[in-house]
């Protein structure tokens, strides 16, 4: 009977032992968060993008855009069309919360339909650029691009954090 006693505590033991390593498992695996600089993540994901027919805008755009105060995130980045006749566009948030990023990719995905009607029967490669957009959620940062070359923007961005 103390035999059996004590094989119970060393099964529950180790059932606890177990549960107390998958929990650090999947605590480590679901928290992604980076601690790369806006600055940097930017910079490298910008290098990697010809940004003729784009301008670097300020926190008023990102409002006029996406409805969202920049002032609510740890940084944006944004590259927006520097004429209503193009639709290539760069947009990095850095979140100060997870907790964030459903309210932003919906905000993109908003601005991605406002945009799609705007070229939609007119602008076919623009339409088609659109079409072919990243929307890339990274722990605590987000990158939108509509841009030939957006693979190679969100593979800079994947290996910047």
Same mark, same amino acid.
């Given at each position: +009977?103390?035999?059996? =006693?004590?094989?119970?505590?060393?099964?529950? !033991?180790?059932? +606890?032992?177990?549960? #107390?390593?998958?929990?650090?498992?999947?605590?480590?695996?679901?928290?992604?968060?980076?601690?790369?600089?806006?600055?940097?993540? =930017?910079?490298?994901?910008? *290098?990697?993008?010809?940004?003729?027919?784009? /301008?670097?805008?300020?926190? !008023? +755009?990102? %409002?006029?855009?996406?409805?969202?105060?920049?002032?609510?995130? &740890?940084?944006?980045?944004?590259?927006?069309?520097?004429?209503?006749?193009?639709? /290539?566009? #760069?947009? $990095?948030?850095?979140?100060?919360?997870?907790? /964030?990023?459903?309210?932003?990719?919906?905000?993109?995905?908003?601005?991605? &339909?406002? %945009? +799609?009607?705007?070229?939609? *029967?007119?602008? $076919? &490669? /623009?339409?088609?650029? #659109?079409? @072919?957009?990243? #929307?890339?959620?990274?722990?605590?940062?987000?990158?939108?691009?509509?841009?030939?070359?957006?693979?190679?923007? @969100?593979?800079?961005?994947?290996?910047?954090?």
């Amino acid at each position: +009977m103390n035999k059996k =006693s004590v094989s119970v505590l060393t099964i529950i !033991r180790i059932a +606890m032992v177990a549960a #107390l390593l998958i929990f650090f498992i999947v605590f480590q695996v679901g928290n992604k968060s980076s601690n790369a600089s806006l600055e940097s993540v =930017s910079e490298n994901v910008v *290098g990697t993008l010809d940004l003729e027919g784009m /301008q670097e805008s300020n926190n !008023r +755009m990102f %409002q006029k855009f996406y409805g969202l105060d920049a002032e609510d995130y &740890e940084g944006v980045t944004l590259y927006s069309p520097a004429s209503n006749m193009d639709a /290539q566009e #760069l947009l $990095i948030v850095k979140l100060k919360d997870t907790s /964030q990023a459903e309210a932003v990719t919906e905000a993109i995905n908003s601005r991605l &339909e406002t %945009q +799609m009607n705007s070229f939609e *029967g007119y602008g $076919i &490669e /623009q339409y088609a650029m #659109l079409e @072919d957009h990243v #929307l890339d959620v990274q722990g605590n940062f987000i990158l939108y691009v509509v841009h030939p070359n957006a693979g190679s923007a @969100d593979e800079a961005f994947r290996n910047s954090l």
